[in-house]
């Protein structure tokens, strides 16, 4: 079955560190990929996003790029800020013409960044 | 737009007890889906609404069901909880196609003790 696989955390960095976040899947068909951020105590922000193969999400600074050779879809940013500090999510969605409209998300890695 | 409004925003049940979580989806989204997450296991898909109709249902015992109205709001419902049920509930609306994007509310945590 489809599954993501993101990189063991918490991760702890310094404020304007450079971070990568870590993504692997395996889908049937051709998933839409996301990252999601999670503040404690609420629910789930969506990111960035990427449909097909090649696209580049953005937003926030964040940056992640589909590669289906890979099969990866890893998070980046050049300069964190303690903002930054959440826990990130990567998930797939995919299915066939009716859409599974069921996202499959990777365990989740925190991130402290420390000023 | 109003976001996703879930509620109550917590709740504190006992075993055996059974409860209901409602969930109003952004306006104009026909799509509403339950997750659950643990600690332990994660964010795990429980189903899917569309239409007033079930569309996806994720592997969970028939204790857990859902029902969707004709106004697009959801509820869930859990019966004979057990303490493995205590987890933070989160229900996503969406337009369903193309891509899924999916839009979440703050969720409901949900104790049982």
């Known amino acids: 079955g489809d599954s993501v696989t993101q990189m063991e955390g918490p991760v702890t960095l310094s404020e304007e560190a450079f971070l990568t976040i870590n993504c692997t899947y395996t889908a049937t068909g051709y998933p839409s990929l996301f990252w999601y951020v999670q503040y404690p105590g609420e629910g789930l922000q969506l990111l960035l996003k990427a449909t097909k193969a090649d696209d580049k999400g953005s937003n926030k600074g964040f940056e992640a790029t589909y590669r289906k050779e890979t099969t990866s879809f890893h998070l980046e940013k050049g300069s964190v800020q303690v903002s930054d500090s959440a826990v990130y999510f990567c998930?797939?969605?995919?299915?066939?013409?009716?859409?599974?409209?069921?996202?499959?998300f990777g365990q989740g890695t925190r991130l402290t960044i420390n000023p | 737009k109003a976001g996703v409004t879930q509620t109550p925003r917590y709740l504190i049940k006992t075993r055996g007890q059974q409860v209901t979580l409602s969930c109003s989806p952004i306006?104009?989204?026909?799509?509403v889906s339950w997750y659950q997450q643990t600690p332990g296991q994660g964010l795990q898909f429980l189903f899917e609404?569309?239409?007033?109709?079930?569309?996806n249902k994720g592997n969970f015992p028939g204790r857990f069901s859902g029902r969707q109205f004709s106004n697009s709001r959801s509820e869930m419902n859990v019966s004979t909880l057990e303490l493995g049920d205590s987890a933070l509930y989160l229900c996503a609306s969406s337009f369903r196609l193309p891509y899924n994007e999916q839009f979440f509310g703050p969720g409901t945590r949900l104790t049982v003790l």
């Open positions: 306006s104009g989204h026909r799509s």
């Open positions: 998930a797939l969605s995919a299915g066939g013409q009716q859409g599974a409209q069921k996202l499959v």
């Open positions: 609404y569309f239409s007033e109709t079930q569309r």
